[in-house]
């Protein structure tokens, strides 16, 4: 009888040492998250010296015009992830939606709140020095959505909860807005 | 000239954020195929080795040798792949073998070679987590067990026993597969 | 016998139009979805509907997958899988949960989350405040690696203390910036939950 526990293992373990490819597509993904955290580093690094430069008593004009500019950008954040308290229920409310991308040629939001159409004009970002943003008309409810970067893509928003699933493959994110309590 | 990796991390360090894209595709295949492996199917993979190249990036000014970035990004994805594993069983969802084995398949027995990957698949899934991590470590990525040792924190005794249980009980799947 | 019989073939007249309704107003799906599909799907768009469950997330699931490039057998597999998730957080939670709380509930199934936990948590927090948020944040959490018992009894003690939407759509924000600097998904998680400023933490600092 063959020894099948010692030769089968080898052929086993040479099985599993084939090298495994993946594409291109990768590497760009990865990037992506990269270039996204470079850009946050950036943003906070910026805050914090004027952060610094604020506790200087005489404040030049140019710094004051700069943290404007700062401010605006930071805001794109942050506006995106504040849960909307004004809409009554039903009612659809203008939701801004960021994007940090400098490589991408198109930028587009698609979720549930557009049933995924993927030729809704109303949803393709506007390019702002590689920061992309949108906004769109969302009814108050639990919705899915991703970005669509370059018409392939698909990219779960980085500021936003992660939608658990994963049945197509693809990252997608999860927006909730609520109908006001007051 | 190929940069050595220690000059691509002092060359990101400074700012060089385009850089990193050459470690990436460095070690992209090269650890793909243990998080494939380890993890049972290639979305998951690409997620965990996504993730422990981001993970690198964040921390890469704390990478102590960064000639040998290549390890450290390695420990890492181990890491990283643990945190997967332990998903996917509460998930409940079944190992299934790579599609790259599809496109991999020899072309003179297709067939045959299909079967054998997904039998190889399926042993391996039906290790534990903890064995299967140390299998693919010693014999597949061929490391010793001080490599071994310092990438997973576990003792080498510890980690030669695993090794030692996975090979025995791999040699009784595999055999209950030849006598069917 | 005869009006029940009767009844019952109406209803699913009714509830099969439903995929039969949007297949006119939606030509991606009678052009993309084959037939095979389309009767997989009907068939557990009226399941769904006869249990009482919401039948738009899974045409939204529908939507998505189209959108996604799946074909047909992965579209029937994924809104299978939602109908069973939905249903199970349906009958935790009961008629009170709105179609938004089940949806975010089937997230946390999905993700995990046993759907006894999410029934506790409705329970505690009473009839008046919307769990769609807290389980979208459950949700969240555990799939970015913090364990179901961690992700749960942080989630359970932000609500049980009263924390806000705002609260506890911070703690999220908190964890994931936590957990991407290299910290332990679980110590993200605990740390942060006892740090968020509740009603009845800021009660008792005045007592």
Request: glycine share 6%; charged share 25%.
């Amino acid at each position: 009888m063959p020894d099948w526990g010692r030769t089968t293992l080898e052929l086993m373990v040479q099985e599993l040492q084939h090298p495994v490819r993946l594409d291109e597509s990768f590497d760009r993904r990865v990037m992506v998250r990269v270039r996204r955290i470079y850009a946050e580093r950036r943003h906070r690094g910026i805050i914090g010296w004027l952060g610094a430069a604020a506790s200087i008593s005489r404040r030049p004009a140019w710094a004051a015009a700069l943290a404007a500019g700062v401010v605006a950008v930071v805001s794109l954040a942050v506006v995106k992830r504040t849960t909307n308290t004004v809409a009554a229920t039903g009612q659809a409310i203008p939701v801004q939606f960021v994007l940090v991308a400098p490589d991408a040629r198109s930028v587009a939001v698609v979720g549930d709140f557009n049933n995924w159409g993927l030729n809704d004009t109303a949803l393709v970002a506007e390019n702002h020095h590689g920061v992309w943003s949108v906004s769109a008309p969302v009814h108050t409810g639990v919705h899915r959505y991703a970005f669509l970067v370059n018409g392939k893509q698909w990219v779960a928003d980085p500021t936003a909860p992660r939608a658990a699933d994963d049945d197509f493959g693809q990252p997608s994110s999860a927006l909730v807005v609520e109908a006001s309590t007051q | 000239m190929e940069s050595s990796d220690a000059a691509l991390v002092a060359r990101v360090l400074h700012g060089e954020v385009n850089a990193y894209s050459a470690l990436v595709s460095r070690y992209r295949d090269k650890y793909a195929r243990y998080a494939v492996h380890m993890l049972g199917n290639r979305e998951d993979a690409e997620e965990a080795l996504q993730d422990a190249f981001t993970r690198a990036y964040r921390s890469l000014a704390r990478c102590e040798d960064p000639e040998r970035f290549g390890a450290w990004l390695f420990r890492i994805l181990v890491n990283r792949c643990r945190t997967s594993g332990a998903r996917r069983v509460r998930r409940g969802q079944t190992f299934v073998h790579d599609e790259t084995a599809l496109l991999n398949a020899s072309e003179e027995h297709p067939a045959e070679q299909t079967m054998w990957r997904e039998e190889i698949e399926r042993a391996l899934g039906e290790l534990s987590a903890d064995q299967r991590e140390a299998f693919l470590l010693k014999y597949v990525e061929e490391l010793g067990y001080d490599e071994m040792a310092e990438i997973t924190g576990v003792g080498v005794s510890a980690l030669k026993m695993r090794v030692m249980r996975a090979c025995d009980r791999l040699r009784v799947l595999l055999r209950e597969v030849h006598s069917a | 016998m005869r009006m029940r019989t009767a009844s019952s073939l109406l209803a699913l007249l009714l509830v099969g139009s439903a995929l039969r309704t949007a297949e006119a107003q939606d030509p991606r799906l009678s052009n993309r979805l084959d037939a095979p599909t389309r009767k997989a799907l009907s068939a557990i768009v009226d399941s769904a509907r006869a249990q009482g469950i919401p039948v738009e997330p899974l045409m939204e699931k529908v939507y998505q997958g189209l959108a996604m490039g799946a074909d047909g057998s992965r579209i029937v597999v994924a809104v299978r899988s939602l109908t069973f998730e939905m249903g199970n957080a349906h009958r935790v939670l009961g008629a009170v949960a709105t179609a938004d709380e089940l949806k975010a509930a089937a997230s946390a199934v999905h993700a995990g989350v046993p759907a006894v936990e999410l029934g506790k948590m409705k329970k505690q927090s009473g009839l008046r405040r919307s769990l769609t948020l807290p389980f979208t944040v459950l949700a969240d959490i555990v799939s970015r690696g913090v364990p179901v018992a961690a992700a749960t009894n942080a989630i359970k003690s932000l609500v049980g203390a009263g924390a806000k939407d705002k609260e506890i759509s911070d703690f999220q924000r908190n964890v994931s910036v936590d957990i991407e600097k290299g910290a332990q998904p679980a110590a993200a998680a605990e740390t942060r939950a006892k740090v968020v400023p509740t009603p009845k933490a800021e009660n008792r600092e005045h007592e």
